[in-house]
């Protein structure tokens, strides 16, 4: 209950930072006015033929880490981390959405990290800008991170993980789930 209610806070506190409004409540729904019939019949479309609607603009193939995955292990210095740790990566064209969760020394405090970054591939590593995030430390501080902060990360991809490398010999091993 402790670390819904730090998740909560901290969520809150980094939206409230941002001068979004947040409740524990959704909204309630808009009304949406009737639609009227169309006096015009739809097209029929022929297989294969394109949709009328799309875009003739050619998309550029995806990169081989764009996917969304969950966390499989994490090396600390070369050694596996004996601490259970949950976590997911979701990686689209330009965004990197990051979530971990790990019982931390005390169990009132667990840590946690979240965030999103814009990504773009160089030669042999990724160049990443903090968009949005935090994470918290063993005493249970919340600590927002700078927007705007750039980063260089080593990524691989390894028969349908990705490896994330931290500082020294210590990653985080996530396996392809979609």
């Known amino acids: 209950m402790k670390m819904l209610m730090l998740l909560g806070v901290a969520v809150g506190g980094v ?65 596996p981390d004996p601490n259970a740790v949950r976590g997911y990566v979701a990686v689209t064209r330009r965004h990197m959405l990051l979530c971990l969760a790990a019982r931390g020394p005390d169990p009132d405090y667990p840590l946690l990290r979240a965030g999103v970054r814009e990504w773009q591939r160089r030669k042999r590593s990724f160049d990443t800008i903090v968009q949005m995030g935090f994470y918290t430390d063993a005493d249970g501080e919340v600590h927002v991170e700078e927007p705007g902060t750039s980063q260089v990360r080593r990524i691989d991809v390894i028969r349908g993980k990705l490896r994330i490398w931290q500082e020294g010999n210590s990653y985080l091993e996530f396996e392809r789930i979609e």
Request: avoid cysteine; glycine fraction near 10%; proline fraction near 14%.
């Open 15 to 79: 939206l409230g930072a941002s001068g979004v409004a947040w409740s524990a409540q959704d909204p309630a729904p808009a009304e949406r006015p009737a639609e009227k019939p169309t006096q015009e019949p739809a097209e029929k479309q022929e297989p294969g033929q394109k949709d009328p609607g799309t875009s003739s603009v050619k998309r550029l193939p995806r990169d081989p880490i764009e996917g969304v995955y969950r966390l499989l292990s994490r090396m600390i210095d070369g050694v």
